[in-house]
């Protein structure tokens, strides 16, 4: 299921929430929805789930909007905060009702409960759950329907290293099969293993969408010479951008290791390191939505 954002826009008075967004959310991949706090990320969501009517613009999923799907519980699942649970409930009790609801049964309850982690701690009062028990239950929620697409707002909070490497596996599985999942969130390391493109926005604006590798910037590749000064000069002469590091130390641009290889080669210049560098997401982020550190 394609999801399709075309100029969004979200006005509350004088203050612009979202202006004019428009993104693509492609199936059978995990897209992270990045920016800065009060980048507009979660006023998206919702308006695009019409929890927030926008002022301008649509949100599509598969070609309908969310209101006019005729089961959208089992088309799109949905985690933008912590539920309200009913605090005598149990995590179990809380699945049980809600598929009710759906009319999805006490067997999917089950499903879900078993697939997300819940059932291990289904007998538990929700009031006692720690937070991470309470992202795996609103995830066990938002699977009720066996949804195509998933819209998720900071998933991971509150999960242990544990819980965050899980939901990274399960996340790329369920994309795997074919799933739209979006996942909103601020831990850029955790996005950079787990998103295979990016949507960043800032100040309710897009920045850049497409590839997650694509955000990067082309990579560099670090070389120690004995002779780097030499080796500067002559890719310098050929155009190559060149940055002097600690002595005996260049950063070149431009080329691929295999390139800078044969360039120094060709110069007859003997190297005694050369290595690849990719900016990391933090750099891109940073760089993309004007942040600093």
């Not at 538990?124 to 949804?147: H, I, Y």
């Not at 369920?174 to 493109?197: I, M, Q």
């Not at 310098?236 to 080669?265: F, K, N, S, Y």
Request: glycine letters at 12%; proline letters at 6%.
């Amino acid at each position: 299921m394609n999801i399709e954002v075309r100029g969004l826009t979200k006005t509350y008075g004088p203050v612009t929430a979202v202006s004019e967004l428009s993104f693509d959310v492609p199936p059978g991949a995990v897209t992270g929805f990045l920016g800065p706090n009060g980048a507009g990320k979660t006023t998206t969501m919702r308006m695009m789930l019409g929890l927030v009517t926008p002022t301008a613009g649509t949100a599509l999923f598969g070609g309908r909007r969310y209101a006019d799907l005729p089961a959208p519980s089992a088309a799109v699942g949905a985690v933008l905060d912590s539920a309200g649970f009913h605090p005598a409930h149990t995590a179990g009790d809380h699945l049980r009702v809600y598929a009710r609801m759906g009319r999805y049964g006490a067997a999917r309850a089950a499903r879900v409960a078993e697939l997300t982690g819940v059932s291990a701690f289904a007998g538990r009062l929700t009031r006692a759950l720690s937070t991470g028990m309470r992202q795996r239950l609103n995830l066990a929620t938002a699977l009720l329907g066996d949804p195509q697409a998933l819209l998720l707002d900071e998933p991971g909070n509150g999960l242990d290293p544990e819980g965050t490497a899980w939901l990274r596996r399960f996340l790329r599985e369920l994309a795997a099969e074919g799933r739209t999942v979006l996942v909103s969130s601020h831990v850029l390391g955790e996005v950079e293993h787990l998103a295979d493109h990016a949507v960043v926005i800032r100040e309710g604006r897009l920045v850049s969408t497409g590839p997650l590798r694509e955000l990067y910037g082309p990579a560099a590749v670090l070389v120690r010479s004995p002779q780097a000064e030499r080796f500067a000069a002559a890719l310098a002469r050929d155009g190559i951008r060149v940055e002097h590091e600690p002595p005996g130390v260049l950063r070149v641009h431009g080329l691929d290791a295999a390139e800078v290889a044969a360039a120094a080669t060709a110069q007859g210049i003997a190297l005694h390191e050369i290595t690849s560098e990719r900016p990391t997401l933090e750099q891109a982020f940073l760089h993309l939505t004007g942040g600093s550190r």
